[in-house]
Protein backbone atom coordinates (compact mmCIF):
# COMPACT_ATOMS: atom_id res chain seq x y z
CA UNK A 1 0.00 0.00 0.00
CA UNK A 2 0.86 3.73 -1.22
CA UNK A 3 2.30 5.43 2.31
CA UNK A 4 3.53 8.66 2.91
CA UNK A 5 5.09 10.44 5.68
CA UNK A 6 5.93 13.57 6.77
CA UNK A 7 7.91 15.10 9.65
CA UNK A 8 8.40 17.04 11.77
CA UNK A 9 4.45 17.58 12.38
CA UNK A 10 5.29 21.28 13.44
CA UNK A 11 8.09 23.34 12.76
CA UNK A 12 8.51 26.77 14.64
CA UNK A 13 11.45 29.38 13.04
CA UNK A 14 12.51 32.79 13.38
CA UNK A 15 12.59 34.76 10.22
CA UNK A 16 15.41 33.82 8.26
CA UNK A 17 16.13 30.62 9.97
CA UNK A 18 16.68 28.07 7.28
CA UNK A 19 15.11 24.79 7.69
CA UNK A 20 13.93 21.53 5.64
CA UNK A 21 10.27 19.49 5.89
CA UNK A 22 11.14 15.87 5.06
CA UNK A 23 8.62 13.39 2.63
CA UNK A 24 9.53 9.95 3.65
CA UNK A 25 7.08 7.66 0.72
CA UNK A 26 6.41 4.24 -0.15
CA UNK A 27 4.59 3.55 -3.40
CA UNK A 28 5.07 0.62 -5.64
CA UNK A 29 5.91 2.84 -8.96
CA UNK A 30 6.70 6.80 -8.41
CA UNK A 31 4.39 8.85 -10.99
CA UNK A 32 5.19 11.95 -9.17
CA UNK A 33 5.83 13.44 -5.85
CA UNK A 34 3.67 16.66 -5.41
CA UNK A 35 4.00 19.52 -2.24
CA UNK A 36 0.97 21.36 -1.62
CA UNK A 37 0.46 24.52 0.67
CA UNK A 38 -2.02 24.72 2.82
CA UNK A 39 -2.92 28.32 4.78
CA UNK A 40 -6.06 27.68 7.18
CA UNK A 41 -9.44 27.60 5.75
CA UNK A 42 -8.42 27.21 2.05
CA UNK A 43 -7.27 24.30 -0.05
CA UNK A 44 -4.21 23.14 -0.92
CA UNK A 45 -2.74 25.29 -3.28
CA UNK A 46 0.21 23.15 -5.69
CA UNK A 47 3.88 24.38 -5.63
CA UNK A 48 5.91 21.11 -6.96
CA UNK A 49 5.85 17.90 -8.74
CA UNK A 50 8.81 16.08 -8.96
CA UNK A 51 8.72 13.09 -10.89
CA UNK A 52 12.23 10.97 -10.45
CA UNK A 53 15.52 10.82 -7.99
CA UNK A 54 17.69 13.47 -8.33
CA UNK A 55 15.07 16.03 -9.72
CA UNK A 56 14.71 19.48 -7.61
CA UNK A 57 12.65 22.75 -7.94
CA UNK A 58 13.20 25.83 -6.86
CA UNK A 59 9.99 28.88 -6.36
CA UNK A 60 11.42 31.64 -4.16
CA UNK A 61 12.54 31.16 -0.96
CA UNK A 62 11.63 27.09 -1.52
CA UNK A 63 13.09 24.76 -3.06
CA UNK A 64 12.14 20.79 -3.46
CA UNK A 65 14.65 17.74 -4.03
CA UNK A 66 13.80 14.32 -4.44
CA UNK A 67 15.50 11.05 -3.46
CA UNK A 68 13.76 6.85 -4.10
CA UNK A 69 12.72 7.03 -0.74
CA UNK A 70 12.27 10.54 0.37
CA UNK A 71 11.64 14.50 -0.68
CA UNK A 72 12.55 17.52 1.22
CA UNK A 73 11.27 20.68 1.23
CA UNK A 74 14.28 23.24 2.02
CA UNK A 75 13.08 26.96 3.13
CA UNK A 76 15.85 29.22 2.76
CA UNK A 77 15.46 32.41 5.24
CA UNK A 78 12.00 32.05 5.49
CA UNK A 79 9.40 35.09 6.26
CA UNK A 80 6.49 35.16 8.32
CA UNK A 81 3.83 34.45 5.53
CA UNK A 82 5.63 31.42 4.38
CA UNK A 83 3.36 30.15 7.38
CA UNK A 84 1.20 27.38 6.31
CA UNK A 85 0.74 24.10 6.38
CA UNK A 86 2.65 21.88 3.76
CA UNK A 87 1.41 18.76 2.38
CA UNK A 88 3.20 15.94 0.49
CA UNK A 89 1.45 13.72 -1.49
CA UNK A 90 2.42 10.51 -4.19
CA UNK A 91 0.87 9.58 -7.30
CA UNK A 92 1.64 5.76 -8.33
CA UNK A 93 2.50 4.66 -11.95
CA UNK A 94 0.38 1.04 -11.75
CA UNK A 95 -2.86 1.30 -12.26
CA UNK A 96 -4.77 3.76 -9.71
CA UNK A 97 -4.31 7.65 -10.40
CA UNK A 98 -5.33 8.74 -6.64
CA UNK A 99 -3.00 10.77 -5.03
CA UNK A 100 -2.08 9.09 -1.39
CA UNK A 101 -1.18 12.43 1.08
CA UNK A 102 0.62 12.92 4.00
CA UNK A 103 -0.64 14.74 7.09
CA UNK A 104 1.50 17.64 6.39
CA UNK A 105 3.81 19.56 8.41
CA UNK A 106 2.76 22.82 10.29
CA UNK A 107 5.56 25.46 9.92
CA UNK A 108 4.89 28.78 11.82
CA UNK A 109 7.73 31.52 11.12
CA UNK A 110 7.86 34.09 13.95
CA UNK A 111 8.87 38.19 13.16
CA UNK B 1 -9.73 33.21 -14.13
CA UNK B 2 -8.75 29.85 -13.83
CA UNK B 3 -10.18 28.18 -10.74
CA UNK B 4 -12.23 25.45 -9.41
CA UNK B 5 -15.12 26.69 -7.35
CA UNK B 6 -17.30 25.03 -4.26
CA UNK B 7 -20.91 25.99 -2.93
CA UNK B 8 -21.47 26.08 -0.09
CA UNK B 9 -18.38 26.81 1.90
CA UNK B 10 -20.36 26.51 5.11
CA UNK B 11 -22.91 24.49 5.99
CA UNK B 12 -24.62 23.00 9.27
CA UNK B 13 -27.14 20.63 8.73
CA UNK B 14 -29.03 17.56 10.59
CA UNK B 15 -28.98 13.74 10.47
CA UNK B 16 -30.38 12.72 7.66
CA UNK B 17 -31.41 15.74 5.53
CA UNK B 18 -30.08 15.19 2.30
CA UNK B 19 -27.47 17.81 1.03
CA UNK B 20 -25.15 18.47 -2.86
CA UNK B 21 -22.22 20.09 -2.31
CA UNK B 22 -21.51 21.51 -5.57
CA UNK B 23 -18.38 21.85 -7.74
CA UNK B 24 -17.42 23.47 -11.09
CA UNK B 25 -14.16 24.04 -12.79
CA UNK B 26 -13.55 26.82 -15.57
CA UNK B 27 -10.56 24.83 -16.96
CA UNK B 28 -12.02 22.19 -19.12
CA UNK B 29 -10.08 19.25 -17.49
CA UNK B 30 -11.25 15.88 -17.88
CA UNK B 31 -10.13 14.50 -14.11
CA UNK B 32 -11.84 15.89 -11.13
CA UNK B 33 -12.52 14.11 -7.41
CA UNK B 34 -13.26 14.51 -3.99
CA UNK B 35 -11.63 14.78 -1.23
CA UNK B 36 -12.32 14.97 3.05
CA UNK B 37 -9.91 16.12 5.36
CA UNK B 38 -9.78 15.14 8.78
CA UNK B 39 -7.43 15.95 11.52
CA UNK B 40 -4.55 13.18 12.02
CA UNK B 41 -5.92 11.52 8.76
CA UNK B 42 -5.01 13.89 6.13
CA UNK B 43 -6.63 13.97 2.41
CA UNK B 44 -8.35 11.21 1.67
CA UNK B 45 -10.41 10.49 -1.67
CA UNK B 46 -14.15 10.01 -1.65
CA UNK B 47 -14.74 9.08 -5.38
CA UNK B 48 -13.14 10.44 -8.78
CA UNK B 49 -14.08 10.98 -12.44
CA UNK B 50 -11.96 10.57 -15.21
CA UNK B 51 -14.54 11.89 -17.95
CA UNK B 52 -18.11 12.78 -18.14
CA UNK B 53 -20.34 9.78 -17.52
CA UNK B 54 -17.17 7.85 -16.02
CA UNK B 55 -16.84 7.95 -11.97
CA UNK B 56 -15.62 5.66 -9.78
CA UNK B 57 -14.78 5.55 -5.74
CA UNK B 58 -11.89 6.26 -4.14
CA UNK B 59 -11.18 5.24 -0.90
CA UNK B 60 -13.98 6.35 1.79
CA UNK B 61 -16.64 6.35 -0.76
CA UNK B 62 -19.48 5.27 2.10
CA UNK B 63 -21.77 7.43 2.60
CA UNK B 64 -21.68 9.44 -0.59
CA UNK B 65 -22.57 9.86 -4.02
CA UNK B 66 -21.71 11.73 -7.12
CA UNK B 67 -22.57 12.39 -10.32
CA UNK B 68 -20.59 13.64 -13.53
CA UNK B 69 -22.99 15.24 -16.21
CA UNK B 70 -21.46 17.89 -17.71
CA UNK B 71 -17.55 18.18 -17.88
CA UNK B 72 -17.13 21.41 -15.73
CA UNK B 73 -19.45 19.89 -12.85
CA UNK B 74 -19.05 17.26 -9.74
CA UNK B 75 -21.37 17.44 -7.67
CA UNK B 76 -21.29 15.61 -4.23
CA UNK B 77 -24.24 14.49 -2.74
CA UNK B 78 -24.85 12.65 0.40
CA UNK B 79 -27.95 11.31 0.93
CA UNK B 80 -28.57 10.43 4.54
CA UNK B 81 -26.09 12.41 6.30
CA UNK B 82 -24.34 11.28 9.89
CA UNK B 83 -21.89 12.97 12.10
CA UNK B 84 -19.24 11.15 10.88
CA UNK B 85 -19.41 13.01 8.01
CA UNK B 86 -18.77 16.17 9.68
CA UNK B 87 -15.56 17.13 8.01
CA UNK B 88 -13.70 19.39 5.43
CA UNK B 89 -14.46 18.51 2.25
CA UNK B 90 -12.31 19.53 -1.37
CA UNK B 91 -12.90 19.18 -4.92
CA UNK B 92 -9.89 19.11 -7.12
CA UNK B 93 -9.60 18.92 -10.97
CA UNK B 94 -6.82 18.05 -13.29
CA UNK B 95 -6.59 18.46 -17.07
CA UNK B 96 -5.87 14.22 -17.45
CA UNK B 97 -5.95 11.99 -14.70
CA UNK B 98 -2.06 12.38 -14.85
CA UNK B 99 -1.97 16.15 -14.31
CA UNK B 100 -1.39 17.83 -11.76
CA UNK B 101 -4.47 18.50 -9.32
CA UNK B 102 -5.67 21.96 -8.30
CA UNK B 103 -8.21 22.17 -5.53
CA UNK B 104 -11.27 24.26 -4.74
CA UNK B 105 -11.67 26.69 -1.77
CA UNK B 106 -13.00 23.93 0.32
CA UNK B 107 -16.68 23.08 2.01
CA UNK B 108 -16.88 22.85 5.76
CA UNK B 109 -19.92 20.47 6.98
CA UNK B 110 -20.87 19.88 10.57
CA UNK B 111 -23.68 17.02 10.37
CA UNK B 112 -25.81 17.32 13.79
Known amino acids: EDQVTQSPEALRLQEGESSSLNCSYT??????LFWYRQDPGKGPEFLFT???AGEEKEKERLKATLTKKESFLHITAPKPEDSATYLC????????????FGTGTRLLVSP | EAQVTQNPRYLITVTGKKLTVTCSQN?????MSWYRQDPGLGLRQIYY???????DKGDVPEGYKVSRKEKRNFPLILESPSPNQTSLYFC???????????FGPGTRLLVL
Open chain 2, 27 to 31: MNHEY
Open chain 1, 27 to 32: VSGLRG
Open chain 1, 89 to 100: AVQSNTGFQKLV
Open chain 2, 92 to 102: ASSLTVWGTQY
Open chain 2, 49 to 55: SMNVEVT
Open chain 1, 50 to 52: LYS
